[in-house]
Structure formats: structure tokens, C-alpha cells
């Protein structure tokens, strides 16, 4: 978000990608935190309101966990900066839908690829486009000289089980 160059040129590449998969929504809703600046530059950019949903309900005041002005029926585009697992990003589809909304689809900045991601978007019936993904930045760190293609390969089958490069790392600390 500091340099208005590259957040420019994200901006237009969720505008373009919603307009190619999901025509014009009613809605713009950025998932917190890192969803909602990006958000609010792509909502006003479409002329269109904003919402954000928190992780959980605030524990105060009136314990709204979607704030801003959403209406039954309304037609929603999720946006969101990072897809791991993708269960934060679903959750706040859920509470979107608790307020009938008509989640249309969801855009993120950038995803690992993970099976269980896809999966779990799979059985939330919410489809998910990216700007980018995990194998296409390995791509690139290669063709770019930042990493050699053995470090590659090892960055690929980290990919293929994370959990278990994480339980060896910490069973050596």
C-alpha cells in the first residue's frame, strides 16, 4: 500500500478480474485487515458501496462482525489479500451470507495453491480467482536469478506438506 505504483496496478487487476468473472456486483466487502484498504480503492474506483467483515463479532458496542450498509439480495464481491487455507477468508463469506448476502465471488492478491484451500472453497460453494499464486512467484524468482531451481524444488515440496516442514522445524528448536 505504500507505493501508489504497484497499488494502482493491483487495484486495476481486481477491477479487471471481477469485471472477466463476475460482471458488476452491488457490493465491494474486504476481509480484515488486509482486505480492506485494497477494498475501499476498488469500491470507489466501481462507484460502488463498501463493507469489511471482522474475524468475529466486536465484544462491544453493537457486536457487528460485517459493518457497513448491506442490503438482503445484494450481489457481493469478497476481496482479500492472502489465501492459505482459506478458512479465515470463508468465515467472513459465512457471515456475509448470515446477513443474505449473494456472495458472487471472491479476489485475492495471492494464493499458496493448497489442496485443502480449494477443497474448502469447494465445499463452501465460493469461487475464488487470484492475481497470482505460489508456483508462478517460484517462476519468477527463478527467471529472475533469486533463487537457483534446487532451491525451487525444495520451495515445491514444501508446498506439498507444510505442516510437516513446520512440526521438523520445530522439533529442532
Given at each position: 500500500?505504500?507505493?501508489p505504483?504497484i ?18 456486483p452491488?457490493?465491494i ?23 469489511y467483515?471482522?474475524s ?21 464481491v ?9 478458512s479465515?477468508?470463508?468465515?467472513a ?8 448476502a ?17 477443497a ?14 505460489y ?9 529472475s ?6 532451491q ?10 507444510p ?11
Amino acid at each position: 500500500m505504500s507505493f501508489p505504483e504497484i497499488r494502482n496496478f493491483i487495484r486495476e487487476a481486481f477491477i479487471s478480474t471481477i469485471n472477466e468473472n463476475f460482471g458488476k456486483p452491488d457490493v465491494i466487502a474486504g476481509v480484515a485487515t488486509g482486505g480492506i484498504a485494497i477494498g475501499a480503492l476498488i469500491a470507489q474506483a466501481l462507484d460502488l458501496p463498501f463493507i469489511y467483515v471482522r474475524s468475529e463479532a466486536k465484544k462491544h458496542g453493537l457486536g457487528n462482525q460485517v459493518e457497513g450498509v448491506l442490503l438482503p439480495g445484494q450481489k457481493v464481491v469478497v476481496i482479500e489479500d492472502l489465501i492459505s487455507t482459506g478458512s479465515s477468508s470463508l468465515n467472513a463469506v459465512q457471515a456475509l451470507r448470515e446477513q443474505d448476502a449473494n456472495i458472487i465471488g471472491m479476489v485475492a492478491i495471492f494464493t499458496y495453491g493448497f489442496d485443502k484451500a480449494t477443497a474448502n472453497f469447494a465445499k463452501h460453494e465460493c469461487e475464488l480467482k487470484t492475481l497470482s499464486e505460489y508456483d508462478a512467484l517460484l517462476t519468477q524468482a527463478v527467471n529472475s536469478g533469486y533463487i537457483s531451481a534446487e532451491q525451487k524444488e525444495k520451495l515445491q515440496d514444501w508446498k506439498k506438506n507444510p505442516e510437516a516442514w513446520s512440526n521438523a522445524f520445530e522439533m529442532q528448536s
